[in-house]
């Protein structure tokens, strides 16, 4: 069974910098999780959930206009990790981060990681 876990959320001030983690388990052979289209999505309050960014197999990033430069994503395949740094957040960046990790109708998600920036 394929389980993402995000981590690096918390409070942060206005301007400053986060890193979010996600590790997927259950998937035991590399070259199975080097196929995956690895994502970032976030839902503020009252919100849809909208994509962040995400990157491909071929490494090809993927990245929502509001990110505007401030965000990217990488990603580890032996480690079956990916990540999303994040500088200048702003309070608009509030909201529950979650990692997606998808192959064609194959979709697996976190279980989500807030960030909150506030003064």
């Known amino acids: 069974q394929v389980q993402l876990v995000e981590s690096g959320g918390g409070l942060v001030q206005p301007g400053g910098s986060l890193k979010l983690s996600c590790e997927a388990s259950?998937?035991?052979?590399?070259?199975?999780?080097?196929?995956?289209?690895l994502g970032w999505y976030r839902q503020a309050p009252g919100k849809q959930r909208e994509l962040v960014a995400d990157?491909?197999?071929?490494?090809?990033?993927n990245y929502a206009d509001f990110t505007t430069g401030r965000f990217t994503i990488s990603r580890d395949n032996a480690e079956r990790q990916w990540y999303l740094q994040m500088n200048s957040l702003q309070p608009e960046d509030t909201a529950v981060y979650y990692c997606?990790?998808?192959?064609?109708?194959?979709?697996?998600w976190g279980q989500g990681t807030l960030v909150t920036v506030s003064a």
């Open positions: 990157i491909s197999r071929l490494y090809n990033k």
């Open positions: 997606n990790a998808n192959f064609g109708e194959i979709d697996y």
């Open positions: 259950g998937i035991a052979v590399t070259s199975t999780f080097n196929i995956y289209t």
